[in-house]
């Protein structure tokens, strides 16, 4: 059997808390907002897996980050994500091409080589990423309902949160009750 599997931060549930207040003033728009309980830092998805490689997924990634110092990253900004810069586009046009909003932060050097050396010790490490930059999705626009809006709102909304990376997670997405629950089967701690 198979089980969907990535690697990821877990959020302090008074971080989820907040960032659920902040978007309510988007409630309105066609959005499928991720649920309080699933917002998470995505680091790699691994995709489906077979159960028996899991344990061992979990066992390498222990081994890994237990030999990384721990480190904070700054998150400071909700916007539209791909961001206007990044679709060359500007204007309230490049918006219309949003594919979901998250909530993002600069570059992180530390962030980059925490996922590369995860990479490496999995063996699915191919080459070294030009840059690292943590996003958080908040929810998934719904492309049918946002097409045809009249005019696509600004959204740039800025949030400072100092996010300690502690510890990373193996998560499995499943569907539990109709609904998309991810759940943590295995926290890593950095080194202390």
Known sequence: MQRKIFIGVELSPSVKKRLMQK????????V???REENLHLNLIN????EDEIVYEICTKVRKVVEEIDLFDID???IELSPPRQASGETGPSADKNAK???FTGPE????????????KGLGIFNHSKKRFRPSIVLGR????????????????????VLLPIESVEIFE???IDGKRKFASIESCSLKI
């Open 46 to 49: 691994l995709g489906h897996v």
């Open 108 to 119: 992180s050097e530390k962030l980059k080589f925490l996922c590369e050396e995860i990479e």
């Open 173 to 175: 997405s499943g569907i």
């Open 23 to 30: 978007v309510q003033k988007w409630a309105d728009l066609p």
């Open 32 to 34: 499928r907002w991720s």
């Open 141 to 160: 626009i719904q492309q049918y309902g946002w097409q045809r809006m009249d005019s696509i709102p600004e959204v740039e909304e800025k949030f400072t």
């Open 100 to 102: 979901s909003f998250n």
């Open 75 to 77: 998150m400071d900004k």
